[in-house]
């Protein structure tokens, strides 16, 4: 008997105006399967769009000071789309530490343009393993004296990214109607995963013996490790995924739907008339 498939839910998290980001994602990253973050940029506004497992959608709702509203699969298309790789193995880590993403306030920098970024990540219970493989394996070579004094701080940062309790399979993209704002977005990355590649919106149909639209599938996408090893296909620890997709530290100063919550002093209130005194 096959499996059954996995229910889809869709959220829009909205911080309330109060919302203080103390690295909320940190716990729920830690328990998710499978999970796909969009923030997107419309009409000078940014939302934050969660697509996750039916079974997983209660651990974003009970985040503090956030509505979690579930909404309708949201439709994305662009014309340009880029995938992001690392510049080097992945065992080597983009940051060793948590680090704030520079995502919201460049988003702000975009005006009057609709962009994306996504990022999906799928839990990899064999990257610790992988990556211990790559360490020993260059190891071996320092015993003999065949690498150079970089590699062998290579080695020791990827170490402490192949010590953390949690791996993933990610595959990140932008999206824009002007190729000129994917320079904006790259910002939005640790230095570490900014190598791009064009993904093609055409394909060349056999039937109409020509060029033909496709538009890339964000909404159905998942993170597929390739068949073929690759050492740029980003395997982010923990650490590393949390500094890509943290929420904003302060919406103050955010244009971004915010949560339609009131709090009860600001509810309706008593006339002063009929008050007790």
């Not at 996504?118 to 990257?127: H, I, M, N, T, V």
């Not at 970089?150 to 993209?173: P, V, W």
């Amino acid at each position: 008997m096959g499996s059954k498939s996995i229910k889809t839910s869709w959220l829009e998290l909205r911080p309330y105006q109060s919302f203080q980001d103390d690295w909320h994602l940190r716990k729920i990253l830690a328990k998710v399967s499978d999970v796909a973050f969009f923030f997107y940029r419309k009409e000078d506004r940014t939302k934050i769009i969660i697509r996750t497992n039916d079974s997983e959608k209660s651990l974003f709702a009970k985040i503090n000071q956030i509505e979690a509203v579930e909404i309708p699969e949201p439709e994305f298309v662009f014309p340009h789309v880029k995938r992001l790789k690392l510049k080097r193995h992945y065992a080597i880590p983009i940051v060793l530490q948590e680090q704030r993403s520079q995502l919201y306030n460049v988003l702000e920098q975009i005006h009057k343009e609709e962009c994306l970024v996504a990022c999906y990540a799928k839990k990899d219970p064999y990257g610790a393993a992988s990556m211990w493989s790559w360490i020993s394996s260059k190891e071996s070579k320092s015993d003999q004296g065949k690498i150079g004094p970089q590699l062998q701080n290579f080695i020791q940062i990827a170490k402490q990214k192949a010590k953390d309790a949690e791996f993933y399979q990610c595959e990140i993209f932008f999206a824009v109607q002007d190729k000129k704002t994917f320079d904006l977005l790259k910002m939005t990355v640790p230095e570490g995963i900014s190598r791009t590649k064009i993904i093609s919106q055409k394909k060349f149909s056999l039937r109409k013996c020509c060029n033909v639209k496709n538009k890339f599938p964000f909404t159905t996408f998942h993170p597929k490790k390739p068949i073929v090893s690759s050492k740029t296909f980003p395997i982010l620890s923990g650490i590393e995924l949390l500094s890509i997709v943290s929420l904003p530290e302060d919406v103050t100063r955010l244009r971004i739907s915010l949560g339609s919550y009131v709090p009860y002093s600001q509810g309706p209130q008593q006339p002063i008339d009929d008050a007790d005194i």
